[in-house]
């Protein structure tokens, strides 16, 4: 079993490490940390693993665009939270069919990632969590199944966020330590069957996932000038009902309450890591009246946005 991650289109590999079958280790949880800065990103990676289990935080602050390579071997479940930023993902056949994450929110993933093209923009935090298929089978006494209606792609809930961050710094070491990690991975897949429960009370076609994957890239696309729902359906090519349906099931937010969220949470970023003046923010996440903008700010923050702006 070998997981390597490397630049890309380049690939000048950053981390490799060749692990045993399932990876199993010497020690309760083994764990590596690396860091590397170069003059387009710098990132830490935080690995954890034990039998069945395999644990990736990672930090990544890119200077521009910068894209980047995973591989896995063989194909695992996977879950995959962003726990701060944005990141841009396919995997490296169908490299067309890009899905994105901002942050608190989760993709619960089975086997469709073992090879991934992912892009980031600005500075991003990522748990990414894999199961083996022995480990999964074992755990839950099912067969997983390698299709892309098993996809789950949702905000994160609060109780989830807490599960994450006692993932990051677990209290205990040696055996406890294991049995906490497990105990918080058996509560993350609890989530992932409780949702699909959810998603198959109300089956969405392939296709129409696809295009409602592509309507929340283009609402991300374009904060200034935002399609009305009927104009967006037309653009992927679904009806409005199914997108306005669909939008929720898929991602917990309405179109326009996604659409809010993105554009406060571009115009914190715009605002506290660029510096650029209320009035410019304003503009650029698509408010024509200011005054308006600093009021959903505050309501969403609960600060005035020209707060963030000082040196």
């Known amino acids: 079993m070998e997981i390597k991650l490397s630049t890309y289109p380049k690939r000048k590999v950053i981390y490799e490490y060749k692990y045993l079958e399932n990876f199993n280790g010497v020690k309760d949880v083994e764990e590596t940390v690396t860091e590397l ?3 387009r990103f710098s990132l830490k990676i935080i690995l954890k693993w034990f039998s069945g289990v395999h644990i990736t935080i990672a930090e990544i602050d890119p200077q521009m665009d910068q894209r980047f390579f ?10 995959l939270f962003c726990l701060s930023g944005a990141m841009s993902y396919c995997n490296s056949d169908r490299q067309s069919n890009f899905l994105s994450l901002v942050k608190n929110e989760q993709d619960f993933n089975v086997g469709r990632f073992n090879s991934i093209i ?9 748990v990414y969590i894999q199961l083996t298929e022995q480990y999964f089978c074992r755990v839950t006494g099912k067969e997983p199944i390698y299709n892309i209606k098993t996809a789950i792609q949702k905000s994160i809930k609060p109780e989830i966020g807490l599960v994450l961050q006692q993932i990051i710094q677990p209290r205990y070491e040696g055996r406890i330590k294991r049995l906490f990690l497990e105990a918080r991975i058996f ?19 392939e296709d129409d996932i696809e295009k409602i994957m592509l309507a929340k890239q283009l609402v991300e696309g374009d904060l200034q000038k935002p399609n009305s729902l009927i104009a967006l359906s037309r653009k992927v090519g679904i009806n409005d009902y199914k997108l ?43 408010y024509k009246n200011a005054q308006h903008f600093i009021t959903a ?9 020209g707060s963030l702006n000082k040196t």
Not at 244 to 266: A, S
């Open 37 to 39: 800065a170069t003059d």
């Open 70 to 79: 995973f591989e896995s071997s063989p194909q695992h479940i996977g879950l």
């Open 118 to 126: 992912f892009n980031i923009k600005e500075k991003t935090r990522y």
């Open 187 to 205: 509560d993350l897949i609890i989530a992932y069957f409780n949702q699909l429960l959810k998603k198959e009370t109300r089956v969405i076609k």
């Open 244 to 286: 306005k349906i669909g939008f929720k099931e898929l991602t917990g937010h309405t179109v326009f309450g996604y659409l809010y969220k993105i554009r406060m949470e571009k115009a914190h970023h715009l605002l506290s890591k660029e510096k650029k003046t209320v009035n410019e923010v304003s503009f650029l996440v698509g």
């Open 297 to 305: 700010f505050k309501k969403q923050y609960h600060i005035l946005p």
